[in-house]
């Protein structure tokens, strides 16, 4: 069922990868992962970037409204985030995690596809754990632009080859992903300490 439905909202283009990837952030299990559909979409676009681009385009919002409502759902107490979440040890560890780490836990998983990291959980414990919404979603939407144009537009400079450039430098994406993950971790750093400053 699940594999038609998403055949069916493929077909319907841009719209229908918008739709998805709603469907993606909110953890339903689609037989169509995001990544290999936005390279697809950016190598079929080569004469046509800006189709692509487009589809890039919606992939982030529907991803920043998915994420969003599972942050939402997960900090108001939700019983269908009650029923999704992972064994009580497991939970321990994430917002172990996420205590240590803080956004950093949100951006790795969220703006790289190399990482095995189950970002559903993370924006969950991110929500039960009240984080500040504003710094989650700028995580959110950074990482999401970096990922998913970048997608498109490694599909649309190699085309057919863009799948192997990503198995081939794998370890180097995910390098740039964690650089960009600490610049991101530095730069709420350094906003933070001015707060006080500013206050006083």
């Known amino acids: 069922?699940?594999?038609?439905?998403?055949?069916?909202?493929?077909?319907?283009?841009p719209l229908g990868v918008f739709l998805l990837s709603i469907a993606d952030s909110l953890g339903i299990p689609l037989p169509a992962a995001m990544d290999v559909l936005l390279i697809t979409v950016g190598a079929?676009?080569?004469?046509?970037?800006?189709?692509?681009?487009?589809?890039?385009?919606?992939?982030?919002?529907?991803?920043?409204?998915g994420n969003v409502?599972?942050?939402?759902?997960?900090?108001?107490?939700?019983?269908?985030?009650?029923?999704r979440e992972p064994p009580a040890g497991r939970q321990r560890q994430f917002k172990?995690?996420?205590?240590?780490?803080?956004?950093?836990?949100?951006?790795?998983?969220?703006?790289?596809p190399i990482v095995p990291l189950?970002?559903?959980?993370f924006v969950i414990s991110a929500g039960a754990l009240h984080a500040p919404f504003g710094k989650f979603l700028v995580v959110?939407?950074?990482?999401?632009?970096?990922?998913y144009f970048g997608e498109v537009?490694?599909?649309?400079?190699?085309?057919?080859?863009?799948?192997?450039?990503?198995?081939?430098?794998?370890w180097t994406l995910a390098g740039i992903a964690l650089g960009c993950a600490?610049?991101?971790?530095?730069?709420?750093?350094?906003?933070?300490?001015?707060?006080?400053?500013?206050?006083?």
């Open 1 to 13: 069922m699940l594999h038609k439905i998403t055949a069916v909202l493929v077909a319907f283009g």
């Open 44 to 65: 079929a676009s080569v004469r046509n970037p800006r189709h692509a681009y487009l589809t890039a385009l919606l992939a982030v919002v529907g991803s920043v409204i």
């Open 69 to 83: 409502a599972l942050f939402m759902a997960a900090r108001h107490g939700s019983r269908w985030i009650a029923k």
């Open 96 to 112: 172990e995690w996420f205590h240590r780490y803080g956004f950093l836990t949100v951006f790795i998983p969220t703006v790289t």
């Open 118 to 121: 189950p970002l559903k959980v």
């Open 140 to 147: 959110i939407v950074v990482a999401r632009v970096i990922r």
């Open 153 to 170: 537009f490694l599909g649309i400079q190699l085309e057919a080859d863009a799948q192997g450039f990503l198995i081939r430098n794998g």
């Open 182 to 200: 600490l610049a991101v971790y530095a730069t709420m750093r350094a906003i933070d300490r001015r707060k006080p400053a500013t206050m006083e």
